[in-house]
């Protein structure tokens, strides 16, 4: 079955990085639409970027110019690379994949951003 693991959260100081991963695995990894979402406390889970099995990537306006969201066909993981952290992007972090008419999210990664 589809299986989507997240790892590289945790806590960062504001204006440091982190660099999430998501290992997936049960699908044709090359063939989906990768996204990540995160949720924070009390607000409802907003999309954070997205790529295409054709590259074509999205960002949401607030993590543009800061995220960078990429993908390693290779290795079936996606990853996003968060610069100049700022403490409104604490969140519970999703990595969803997309596909073949399936849909399948992951368990989620906490990131904190905090002094």
């Known amino acids: 079955q589809v299986q989507l693991v997240e790892s590289g959260g945790g806590l960062v100081q504001p204006g440091g990085s982190l660099r999430l991963s998501c290992a997936a695995s049960?699908?044709?990894?090359?063939?989906?639409?990768m996204y990540w979402y995160r949720q924070a406390p009390g607000k409802e889970r907003e999309l954070v970027a997205s790529?295409?099995?054709?590259?074509?990537?999205t960002y949401a306006d607030s993590t543009k110019g800061r995220f960078t969201i990429s993908r390693d066909n290779s290795k079936n993981t996606v990853f996003l690379q968060m610069n100049s952290l700022k403490s409104e992007d604490t969140a519970v972090y999703y990595c969803f994949a997309s596909g073949s008419g399936r849909d399948s999210w992951g368990q989620g990664i906490q990131v904190t951003v905090s002094s």
């Open positions: 049960g699908f044709t990894f090359s063939t989906f639409a």
């Open positions: 790529r295409t099995n054709t590259d074509d990537t």
